[in-house]
């Protein structure tokens, strides 16, 4: 101990001093509450993920003071949506239905144009891409009258039936446009040549299976 110098004297002090206090860091009673044990325990919690979304913990970042401090409500509850009579979108659709769930008019070329443009194209041409769309101008199957009723009432493959949403007198309307509008054929198309082939319920199944 003679030999040793101050300055190494020094430091090892400093080094048993450390020593000391670390040790007796780890010395804690068991009862004492450290961050360590804190997180032990919330590992055992069972967490309400509901409870989670009601408050704002998966979207806060997008709700005001007011919305996080408001009561909590379900997240898909939906009591806070608007009712569809005040949504502004529903009167194009109520324009274009006449308000109501099925056709009003009998006018042939506005019944085409909200039913069947959609797929045959406005002036009839068809389309072809995602699927086929046959055209209905300048097609010489239109020529009967009695053709394209019964494809109005039962539908054609991917062709909805409009059984349910169109009266005889409507269907009339319809094919007199795609008759002589479309094609430029006189016949005339009347509500009893739609009654003689209409049936209480259209066939389920694709016509060019039977």
Not at 60 to 71: C, H
């Amino acid at each position: 101990m003679k030999d040793m110098t101050p300055k190494l004297l020094t430091v090892m002090l400093l080094s048993g001093i450390s020593s000391a206090a670390l040790l007796g860091c780890s010395q804690q009673s068991d009862d004492e509450v450290t961050v360590s044990s804190v997180q032990d325990q919330d590992s055992l919690t069972t967490n309400d993920y509901q409870e989670s979304r009601n408050t704002g913990a998966w979207g806060g970042v997008y709700m005001s003071r007011e919305e996080l401090t408001a009561p909590p409500i379900n997240i898909v509850d939906d009591s806070s949506l608007p009712n569809m009579e005040d949504d502004p979108n529903i009167t194009k659709w109520n324009a274009k239905f006449e308000g109501t769930n099925g056709f009003v008019t009998t006018d042939g070329k506005k019944l085409y144009h909200d039913s069947c443009a959609a797929c045959h194209m406005h002036k009839g041409e068809g389309a072809d891409g995602a699927g086929y769309y046959p055209p209905l101008a300048n097609n010489s199957k239109m020529q009967s009258k009695y053709y394209i009723i019964d494809i109005l009432i039962n539908g054609f493959r991917g062709m909805p039936s409009f059984h349910g949403m169109m009266n005889d007198a409507q269907m009339a309307a319809v094919t007199q446009y795609v008759l002589s509008d479309l094609n430029g054929f006189t016949d005339t198309v009347t509500a009893g040549d739609v009654a003689k082939l209409r049936h209480p319920n259209p066939s389920a199944g694709d016509p060019s299976d039977e």
